[in-house]
Each structure stands twice: as C-alpha cells, then as structure tokens.
C-alpha cells in the first residue's frame, strides 16, 4: 500500500467577504496549497471537493478558471464533516494506487445565504416542530449541567478560551477577545446557550491539502496521516444517554487504534467546537478525561495554549467561524502547520501528534449523521 | 401503491397514514410503531415494504422529561420550549413543552397534550 502524505497547505481567512464567491475563496487555498507544495496544478490527477451549502457540482464551479487537465473532481457533502469526508476519500485512492497526487478543498461562503443559524429542512420530523441546531446541543448541555453539577461559567469558559486562541490566529477576522461576563450576557439562543457561545452563524472561507505518494517539493515538511476514520450516525429510537458523544467516540476509538496511539501520546486537537458544549463533551469522547470530568479539566489550564494539551490553538469554530465545507479540512492546515512549527504566536511547543474531529449534521434520530477523525503526525 | 415481483421478492410500499397521537380515556396518548425485531420508535413509521407490518404502540399519556430547552428566534418571535420526553416501553419523543410559569424540572411528569403545527395541523406537545 502507498503512503500518501499532505505536502502542501493553503488556506483562505476566514470572515465575511460578500464580495467574493466560495468559487474565489476555493481558488485561493487551492493556489496557496499548491505553491506550499512547489508543484502546479498540471500535477495534480483528481481533486476532491467538500462543500455543504452550495449550488451543485462545486468543484467543477471552483476549478474551471484553473485550467485543469480534466482529471476527476469529486464532490462531497456530508454537512459540516464534507472536508474531512473528502479527505478520507483521497487518502484511500491514494492508498491502492488510483492516483498519485491530488488536491482535497474544501469551502462554503456563508454570506450568499443571508444570514441566521443554518437552515434545515422543513420534512425534518424535528425540525417542523421547531428544532434548530443550537437547541439540541443546548438540551444535551442542559442535562449535562443535571447530571454533572455543572454551572453556566464553565460553558462560558470554552469561548472565552477559544477565543484567547483565536486572536492569534491571523486568519481569524471574525474573531473578538469575550469575558466569562460578556459571553453569558449576551442574548440567549437556546438555554443555557446564548449569542456568544455559539459559533458565529455568517463567515466564508475554503482551505485546501495537497496529497502525495511522490517526494515532496514542498517548502515544510510532509506529514503523515496515521489514521483517517468516518463513521455514520446510529439511528437512536431509545432513552440514549444524550450527554454521551456516542459517535465521536466510536470513531476515536476505531482511529486510536489504526494510529496505534491513545489521547495521552497527542500533543493537540481541533475538535468540532460549534457550540460551548460540544467542546466538553468531545474531551470526554476522545478519552482526554472520564465521564463528567471535563469542566476540571478546561479549569485545569490543560486544554489551553501552553496546557498539557491544547485544543483548538486556532480558536476553532467558535473563534475562527465555521463554514461547513472548509471546517475539516482548515482543522487539518492548523494541525499540519503546527506540527512543522509554522503556527506563530498559537504554536503549541514540541508538537508530535494532532487530532482533528469533525462531526456532521443532524437527521431525525440520529444526534450526528457523520464524525470524521483525522491523526496526523510528521 | 403497485407490486411487482423481482428475484422471487415482493417489491412493495405501503404508506400508513394513521395519526400519531390519539386519544385514550386517560388522556392523550402518542402513537408509535413496532416492525418486525426492529425496536419500537416514535415519531411512528410511514412506509413498510413487502409484507412488512407494523404494530401500533400507544406512549402516555404520561412521560418522564429528560431534558428541554427554551428557545428565543430573536426579533417580534415569542420564545417557545423544546423537550425530550422518555416514555414506557424504552421510547424517546421530541416535540413542544409547554410552560407558564417557570420550566419544569429534569426527571418531572410530563403530559401529552393537544398542540398545532405552524400549519394548522393537528399535532401535539408536552406538559407537566
């Protein structure tokens, strides 16, 4: 089996740009990424394209006015796990052979839809009786509080945290330093979750991977991926434990194991942080803490740059925005750049090993339809 | 809704278009469903295929609150209660909570109630 590795980065910032379109923002991480990898787009045999919220085909929109030689571009959507869904698809391909090297992108432009929380379909059962995203995090933060004794301020403190993190990021243009204060007086959403604690609903932005099994030309050095593990949502008709991220820790084990690692080897995590509370309950599916520990570990220091093991140093979703498409594949670009030390300000000292989680959408009876878990190292 | 035979295998779909809730003489109950081995479930099947059947289940009219949320939709919208109910036999139901004075509590005596959709459709909620 061939050994792919990621040989290049690019990215887009992250804000919002009205003015352009997730066609220009996917171009420009594309070209970031193939320069990062000293190759040209004539390299490149198949591009795999993550995209939530666009019109059809994507990848071909993006990729016209580049000029490709006509190789495959595959569009992928699966919600806010599409990037990262792309990614597992090439690594596979790139595995046995098909290709060579190959472009995985990943992009949406939140401002062409308006604006407010995402909009879900109205066939939904759940949705026709008023489910948004935020509510059902905000009941599985609820009974957390219940079982766990949790308070309102440990909530907060995941964004005032993601949010130290992410005015170091220079990529993040959407981003504002909040006290614990700030973030619980701003305007509820869906209790106990306000305005602040949710990650911010309108910002664009693309990221894209160069892959390879060739010698890289690249102008940092390559990294490994030692696990790339997708999994599906169960469907849950039962009283399932809702404080339990079932599915990010189904995956992480299968991905743990691949690697030949455990939570205690890795140096940091991007994890999928679009709400306070998905932050807490993640550090307890990937095994960083036991059930119902996780608000001591956030107090600790741990999770924090200059902690044990920092998460989310680019301020995650909460911090850097969240356009569905580019999440898991700029989760990727962050974990890429600090293992090879190119992190600036947000690096995370003697970085080996990097975890990425993403997870994707709700349907009725499934908590998550998608969760995709990334292990890379150099 | 037409049959065909391929393989030896009845290719059929049936819609059910019972009514998911109903009343009892103990009051509202919703109306799940049971297939074959699969676990029962609410809100309640719509489609069977070949000779499927499904056994109606009746959830109520009382449930145990797992846990519920108040949401604020922002501007001129009134906000509204969402909750997640748990009822015998090992069945969770999502829907509306309603509440006038404060919310009530986690592990608190639900009951099924008469509600309507955005649309006017008869449906159902939740409360103490």
Redesign the interface.
Known sequence: MNQPLITGVGITDFGRFPELTEEAMAQSAILGALADAGIAIADVQAFYCGNALGASLPGQRSLREMHTSGGAVYNVDNACSSGASALNLALQALEVGQYETVVVFGMDHLSSLGGGPLQLSQQDWNNRRGMIMPALYAMRAKRYMHEHDVKPETLADISVKNRKHGVLNPIAKFVKLATREEILASRPVAEPLTLLQCCPAVVDGAAALVLSTKPSNGTAKPVRVLASVVQSGLFETAPVDMTEAEITARTARLAYAKAGIGPRDLSLLEVHDAFTISELLYYEALGLCDRGEAGQLLASGATSLGGRVPVNPSGGLLAKGHPPGATGVAQIVEVCEQLQGRAGARQVRGARIGLTQVTGGGIWGVDHAACSIHILSL | MATATRNGVILKISKRTEPHFRETSAGMVLVGTRVANQ?????PTVFLHGDEQAEEIELGPTGRL???????P?KDKAP?G???V?FEP???A???LLFDGPPPA?GGTLRVVPFA??DGAP?YAFKE
Not at chain 2, 39 to 43: C, E, I, K, Y
Not at chain 2, 66 to 72: A, G, M, P, R
């Open positions: 676990p029962p479930q609410f809100p797992y846990s519920y949320t108040v949401v604020h922002g509204y969402l909750a997640m748990d090992d069945v969770r999502f829907g509306r986690i959709l955005p449906d």
